[in-house]
């Protein structure tokens, strides 16, 4: 007997479902190492722009915009905010710090599934969505990480501000294709060249790169809705 999803199913979907499977590999790795969780953030989000250029190539199927929301719930919402948790737990003792740090995930899981019904009813067919992308949440905490940036002191807050843009009527445009695929070969090169590199020029080549990602996605964060035009 055939699974179910022959026949129902495309290449965009199988990508799509990767996606979350990496998702649950960034959450698992988190517990081990949030920079390596960082890096399988990353790689889903590169998985996740993949699956819509292959659904407007090869065409999508009924399923494929579900698949994509459920997906970004687990590497776009989950596994950020266990990087975040995790981060935070192995940092600081006070409860109370601790606590404030875990309301400020579990806000972000939460705004993640807000903004992911909302888009998938509303905006899925738009050029355009309002509140911050999951994806650029997630890719703004991993490069940060891999940056540099991974003290609970400066995740902390920017869960804070990152849950309450991603439910907020900010319209962010699209990327333009160009601009996509140069966010995309940085991120490949941040996470290729990140890791247990030490000082060696890979290391430091790596989070060069991640901070080059963490500036174009904070300059698309903060400027994108006021300087972002799409062309017609």
Do not use: C
Not at 14 to 42: E, K, M, Y
Not at 81 to 86: E, P, S
């Amino acid at each position: 007997m055939k699974p179910r999803f022959v026949g129902k199913m495309g290449l965009a979907d199988a990508v799509t479902v990767a996606n979350a499977a990496l998702g649950f590999f960034a959450a698992v790795a988190a517990t081990v190492s949030i920079t390596l969780a960082a890096r399988l953030i990353l790689l889903a989000a590169i998985a996740d722009a993949l699956d819509g250029v292959i659904a407007r190539r090869r065409g999508g199927t009924a399923v494929g915009e579900y698949l994509d929301a459920l997906a970004d719930v687990a590497s776009f919402g989950v596994a950020p905010a266990l990087l975040v948790a995790i981060a935070v737990q192995e940092a600081w003792s006070d409860p109370v710090r601790v606590g404030i740090a875990l309301v400020g995930t579990a806000l972000f899981v939460a705004a993640a599934v807000t903004r992911l019904g909302l888009y998938t009813a509303y905006d899925s067919d738009l050029a355009e969505t309002e509140g911050v992308q999951t994806t650029l949440a997630a890719t703004i905490l991993s490069a940060g990480v891999l940056a540099g940036f991974s003290d609970p002191i400066v995740l902390v807050p920017l869960v804070y501000l990152l849950a309450a843009l991603m439910v907020t009527t900010i319209t962010y445009p699209d990327l333009h294709a160009q601009d996509a695929l140069v966010m995309g070969i940085v991120q490949a090169l941040a996470i290729l060249l990140s890791g247990p590199y030490g000082r060696h020029l890979a290391g430091d080549l790596g989070r060069g790169f991640a901070f080059g990602l963490l500036f174009l996605a904070l300059a698309y964060l903060f400027f994108g809705p006021m300087f972002y035009w799409r062309r017609d």
